[in-house]
C-alpha cells in the first residue's frame, strides 16, 4: 500500500509591537513553499494569513518562506534572498508565528511594500514594476542599529545588483520600519513617475516633502493614528497640508513628540492653513515633469479647479521657509 497523500497548509502571522496593536496579525501575500526532493511548490497567504498548496506530497516536506513576489524581492543585506526556513513535517500544517530576529524585518517590510504595490493605497500609482524596469525592485533589509539614516533609496542601484532601498535599524517598532519602507518606496515610485532625469535633479525638498506625503497616507491605512514630524529641513508637511491634514481653520497648531527617518525631532508650528481638498494623487500627478518646488506648485495651480488654490503660494513659503 502506498503512502499517504496531503497537501500541506499554514497561517503566517507577526507579532506587531506597536502601542495600541500588540498583537499577532496576519502577513498576507507572502509566499509560502512547500518542498520535498527535487519537487517544489508554493502558495501566497491570504488576507488572513493561511495559505493552502494545492499540490499532493508524499511523506516529509520541508517548509519555508521566500520574501519576494514579481515586483519586488527583499535580501538579506545586499545580496541574498531573504528566507525563513520552517519545519520538516509531514501531514501537518504549519503555523508560523513570527516573533524577532530578521524575520521580523523581513515581514514588517513585506507588508509595507505588499500594501503598496498589490493593495489599498490610497490611489496612488505603484513603484516600478517589473514589467517597467530590469528585475525586481529590491529592498536590502540590514542589522544595523548604529547608523544614520533609517533607511536610503539610491535609483542608480536600480541598474547595478546591490539593493535600490536600504532599511535599518530593526529593533524600531513595527509602525516605524512599516513608515520607513513607505517613505523609500515613494521615492522609488517618484522616479518612475516620467523622465529619470526629472527625479535625479529634482530640488530635495520636492521629493522628500512627497515621500513624506506618501508616508503618512499609506501608513495610516495600516496604522490610522500614524504621525511624522517635520522638524528637520525638506521634510515638510506640504501634501498633508493641500490635502487637509491639518484642517482649514483659521490657524492651526500642533507638537508632535516623533522623530523622522534622520532622528530629527519635531517642532512646533502654527501659521494660517487655509489650503484644502486636493487628492494625493492629483498632488502626485503634478509631480510629473517638475523639478522645482515652485514648478510643482504651479503645476497643481494650473491643472486643477480649487477654491483654495489662491492659497498655495502662501502654504508653499511657509513650508520653504521651515
Known sequence: MGRKKWKP???????????????LVPVRGVKARAYSW??????????????????????????????ERNDFEIRDKRWGQAYCNGPRYKEKSWQCDIWGNMTRMYAIIHRAAHRYYYEDNAG?????????MLG?????????????????????????????????????????LY???????AHSSHWELGSNNDFFFCDLIVKESWARGVQVAITRLEYPSHSVSYGRLNYTGVVLDM????????????????????????IHKSYPDQVSGYTIRQIEDALKGQRTWNGWRDNIKNKYTNETKNNLDAAFTYWNSK
Not at 9 to 23: A, K, L, N
Not at 38 to 62: P, R, S
Not at 179 to 185: A, P, V
Request: proline content about 6%; glycine content about 8%.
Open 9 to 23: 497548509s499554514g497561517t503566517v502571522r507577526m507579532y506587531d509591537d506597536t502601542p495600541g496593536v500588540e498583537r
Open 38 to 67: 527535487f519537487t517544489t511548490k508554493e502558495a501566497l497567504t491570504g488576507t488572513d494569513g493561511k495559505f493552502h498548496i494545492n499540490h499532493n506530497f508524499k511523506g516529509h516536506v520541508n517548509y519555508s518562506l521566500k520574501w
Open 124 to 132: 496612488l500609482r505603484t513603484p516600478p514594476k517589473r514589467n517597467q
Open 136 to 176: 525586481r525592485l529590491t529592498i536590502g533589509a540590514f542589522d544595523w542599529d548604529q547608523v544614520e539614516p533609517n533607511a536610503d533609496h539610491a535609483a542608480i542601484k536600480r541598474w547595478l545588483t546591490f539593493p535600490e532601498i536600504r532599511i535599518f535599524k530593526p529593533s524600531r517598532t513595527c509602525e516605524e
Open 179 to 185: 513608515s520607513t519602507t513607505i517613505h523609500e518606496l
Open 243 to 266: 490635502i487637509d491634514g491639518f484642517g482649514t481653520t483659521n490657524s492651526w497648531s500642533w507638537w508632535d513628540n516623533s522623530k523622522d527617518e534622520w532622528g530629527s525631532p519635531s
